[in-house]
Nanobody
Framework: QVQLRESGGGLVQTGDSLRLSCAAS?????IGWFRQAPGKEREFVAA????????SYRDSVKGRFTVSRDNTKKMVFLQMNDLKPEDTAVYYC??????????????WGQGTQVTVSS
């Protein structure tokens, strides 16, 4: 069993930045960031491998979002720059295997709300 807790969400304006954090009880899993807007399915945002430098992003956030991790602190971060209203969603971190697929992640946090006003 892995416990995950996201933090760092909030209400910002277009063009602002936010840094989301995911605290994990274990560092031996890949971490994926997903988001879910009202009435929409949960979608992949970014992922980072357990070891090495493997990262992956959805096309719409490439160049704006950066995922990183500190295994000594069991923390994963999602730096989000140049935020847009379409980034508004509840953001979740999941622990599992390194993939862009929702099904690859077995454990989930409770989510943190990100709202970007225009």
């Amino acid at each position: 069993q892995v416990q995950l807790r996201e933090s760092g969400g909030g209400l910002v304006q277009t063009g602002d930045s936010l840094r989301l954090s995911c605290a994990a009880s274990s560092s031996q899993y890949a971490i994926g960031w997903f988001r879910q807007a009202p009435g929409k399915e949960r979608e992949f945002v970014a992922a980072i491998a357990w070891i090495g430098s493997g990262t992956s992003y959805r096309d719409s956030v490439k160049g704006r979002f950066t995922v990183s991790r500190d295994n000594t602190k069991k923390m994963v971060f999602l730096q989000m720059n140049d935020l847009k209203p379409e980034d508004t969603a509840v953001y979740y971190c999941g622990a599992g295997r390194y993939t862009n697929s929702l099904e690859g992640y077995k454990y989930w946090g409770q989510g943190t709300q990100v709202t970007v006003s225009s």
